[in-house]
């Protein structure tokens, strides 16, 4: 199985938001000590480039993102600092889903770890997120022939509201988004499924709710990828989170997307999307998990 990382991990960020870059570093250390991949093994692929950020993000846009022209209030909404090195880090994970779409397409299954941002809407940054690098992957994959349906597969305790908007027309992506209904954001965008969760939710409702959105999408829609944002911040003590699944929980989500798909026969492009627990190695413990359960997925495709 290929794993892609995008990290360039020397930014500035405003106080107290280490643990945006902490955990990718501690994920990195867990994934080589486990065996699951060599040094070597774990792949940088280059950015995105400008025609395949320009098939989702406007071109006026991303000409700002590029030059640092946002206003106070744009950088409120996204609430990271701009800098060149922020952008640089936004452009390779763009590059790296990219990567592990057209890696899983060849293969079955692959990992970036890291992506996942999807609160990026067509023409403005929001929630952590410069650029909605799923959007962009099945944009590319799409545009490529390398498959005509994707399905966005959204697992993380969030809605994805700018995917929501960015595929509200587009007949050849589904976006699938299970969230809990008070998580941010707390304006919603319309996805093609949205499959919404009381606070508080547990392990059992979640997988049973879950169980029915797949059976929808593969009825309604029978992809032929799947981007799947396996989300950290659906753990009981995610410090972002409203959903108390416990981590045995999380493993049955993992492994009941991919049972799903390897049965379909659908590729699977596993990006880790959030993760804010209170203790970081939580988020850290809960990421390496995906990551195990995900080669195992690739040895029954």
Known sequence: MKIFQCDILNFPLHQGQ?????????????ILASGLATPDELLSPPQATLGEITRVHDPEYVDRLLKGAFSAREIRDVGLPWSPQIIERALRSAGATIAACRSAIREGVALHLGGGTHHAFRGRAKGFCWLNDCAIAARAMI??????????????VHQGDGTAAIFRDDADV?????????????????SDLDIVL??????????????QGLTVALKGFNPELVIY???????????FGCLALSKEGIALRDRLVFNVFAKARTPVAVTLAGGYAANIMDSVDIHLQTARLAMEFQTHT
Do not use: M, N, Q, W
Request: include cysteine.
């Open 198 to 211: 009381p606070a508080g939710s547990g392990d059992a409702s979640y997988l049973e709710a879950l169980e």
């Open 229 to 239: 944002l396996a989300g950290a911040d659906v753990y009981a003590d995610d410090r």
């Open 18 to 30: 280490s643990f945006l870059v902490t955990k990718y570093e501690l994920l990195s250390e867990k």
């Open 143 to 156: 545009a490529e022939g390398l498959v005509r349906k994707v399905l966005i597969l959204d697992c993380d």
């Open 174 to 190: 589904f976006s699938l988004s299970i969230h809990g209904r008070s998580s941010y954001p707390y304006r919603k965008e319309p």
